[in-house]
């Protein structure tokens, strides 16, 4: 017999199967965890946005080919939202005298981009947003790379095992003005810089000779590249630091004079994290300053910096090592067995005193020999299962049985929650 054929996915979108949204649960969990340690409240925007919101800030290649572009039966253009910044500035933007500043928002939501799938990157991925709107400081620039350390602490992710790599835009502005680079000529810079671990460097320096540079800025150009000790030049970096190592995070922290952060609206601190030790190369999140905000939307000028992380790269990097706390069939640790028809009823009443005394319980759908219904609780990962045959129905009992070590005793039905309590709480 021949089964018919299952209508696919479409390309690039994601399927939750339980294990899978386990994983996605476990990661806002900690998300949250570190948002809400420093302060930060949890917002949330529209899934669709005009297109035009993006057109301003994100630049062309966003717009035109990595968005989901359709019009709306009114023939206006809309898409599905590649990115969060631009619905922050103009939510911040529409109350901007009402808020209450420094502004501390977080979010964590579905964004969709077409692009290409491969291992790390898919058109649907959940994001995680950060920002600190109305401060312009360094200080505050590390709360937010302290917010991101804080995260890796808490999946477990040690210092040698990822890495925040910082930068700064006008340190760099700064060495391009010596090396002669014009203005004009930084945006292609800043994308060769970031361009550089991705090519032979061979083929890099032929790039960079054929667009722009001459030999004398691509040698000077090489030696900033490789120059550690640089950050030592920039009064907002040597803040930054003492501020790290005061939060408690500095262990994370790194200077790389080549990480740029190609988006244009950047203008000062930059930062990257990268998981050191395994198969992931992309970044597993990335932001920095960015000023004037809200002038592309009607809003007065605001300063603000921020992060943004996806959830597909951390949750390769958690699985691969380990980090993902092992998946649990069923968030219900309790089966009411049901050991004939006549009993049926008074198993769902055993069900409902264990529930209203806060406890989650399953009970067998219909009646079967009790092994099928242990080794039905044995593959949903359940702990205790309960039993009500004909003898314990007349006396007012129930027997409870530990399924981890084969253990079981019969108590009164009104002792049962706290029997079973203790049963849980052993593990």
């Known amino acids: 017999m021949t089964s018919k054929p299952t ?27 570190a948002a ?9 925007s529209p899934y669709v946005e005009a297109i035009a919101l993006y057109a301003a800030k994100s630049g062309e290649e966003l717009v035109e ?22 619905s922050l500035a103009r939510m911040v933007a529409k109350r901007q005298g009402e808020l209450v500043f420094p502004l501390r928002w977080w979010q964590y939501g579905p964004m969709w981009r077409y692009e290409q799938p491969q291992k790390g990157r898919t058109r ?12 312009n400081s360094p200080e505050a620039d590390a709360e937010l790379i302290s917010v991101a350390a804080t ?14 790599l910082v930068n700064n835009r006008r340190l760099m502005d700064a060495q391009f003005d010596f090396l002669g680079i014009t203005p004009e000529n930084r945006t292609f810079v800043s994308g060769l810089v970031d361009r550089r671990t991705k090519m032979k460097p061979e083929a890099w320096d032929v790039y960079a000779l054929e667009n722009g540079l001459n030999q004398q800025q691509l040698d000077g150009l090489e030696k900033i590249l490789g120059d550690l000790d640089l950050w030592q030049k920039s009064d907002e970096l040597v803040r930054l630091f003492k501020a790290l190592e005061a939060l408690g995070v500095r262990e994370y922290v790194k200077f790389d004079p080549n990480i740029m952060r190609g988006l244009l609206y950047y203008t000062g601190t930059v930062f990257e994290a990268f998981d050191v030790s395994g198969s992931v190369r992309r970044a597993i999140l990335g932001g ?38 092992a998946f ?100």
């Open 7 to 33: 209508i696919p996915a479409v390309k690039g979108m994601r399927e939750f199967y339980p294990e899978d949204l386990a994983v996605r649960n476990y990661i806002y969990q900690k998300v949250c965890q």
């Open 36 to 44: 809400t340690q420093f302060g930060y409240q949890e917002w949330e």
């Open 65 to 86: 080919k990595q968005s989901f572009v359709f019009s709306d039966r009114g023939g206006d253009k809309i898409t599905l939202r590649p990115e969060l910044t631009p």
């Open 124 to 135: 649907e991925f959940f994001q995680w947003n950060v920002d600190m709107l109305g401060v």
């Open 151 to 164: 995260f890796l602490k808490l999946v477990g992710l040690s210092p040698q095992q990822a890495t925040i």
């Open 288 to 325: 920095g300053r960015y000023d004037n905000l809200l002038a592309d939307v009607g809003g007065d000028p605001l300063s603000g910096v921020g992060f943004a992380m996806g959830d597909v790269v951390i949750g390769i990097i958690l699985q691969e090592k380990g980090l993902i706390p």
């Open 328 to 427: 649990t069939p069923s968030p219900a640790p309790i089966l009411v067995t049901v050991f004939d028809e006549s009993l049926w009823l008074d198993s769902f009443a055993v069900a409902a005193e264990l529930r209203a005394a806060g406890l989650n319980v399953i009970v067998s759908p219909e009646p079967a020999k009790l092994p099928k219904q242990f080794k039905f609780a044995d593959r949903m990962g359940i702990r205790v299962a309960v039993v009500l045959g004909p003898d314990e129905a007349a006396s007012g009992q129930v027997t409870l049985k530990n399924l981890k070590n084969g253990t079981q005793q019969t108590v009164s039905r009104s002792q049962a929650p706290k029997e079973i309590s203790e049963i849980l709480a052993s593990a």
